[in-house]
């Protein structure tokens, strides 16, 4: 089963690019683990499915452990992370591999005919969206 991650548009630019290695999470699903599938989705204003991926490796830190070597692989400045953490004291690295773009992004609008409703922040894949996917790698 393929996860499904909501992710915005300068960052998808960049796993895209390869120059963003790791995605940076709060929260994660239980089904998230060592080489699971993704299938990564590029939010407002793209609104689309725009690429897969694998997780080659999951670590769950203390926002004291993330150093610069992490934010230059996540792609953003420790202010961000800063801002981004607080209130939080542990995080999720999701270390990717095999990122794969897809010929043809698939459109919310074309999504949607398979009641497929953007996740905020991650959402499991139906067997019609993962075949959908793999038709247009």
Known sequence: ????????????NLILEGKKT???RTKIGKKFSNNADLIIYSSSPVKAIVAIAKVHKIQNLRKDQITS???DKICI?????QDYMQGR????????KDVNKLTNPIALSDLKKLNFTAPQSF???SEDLNLLVNSHL
Not at 89 to 96: I, K, N, V
């Open 123 to 125: 959402c499991y894949a």
């Open 1 to 12: 089963m393929s996860i499904v991650l909501s992710i915005k548009p300068q960052f998808t």
């Open 69 to 71: 070597d992490h934010f």
């Open 77 to 81: 400045s420790s202010a961000f992370f």
């Open 22 to 24: 790791i995605e940076l």
């Open 89 to 96: 004291e542990s995080c999720y690295l999701m270390e990717l």
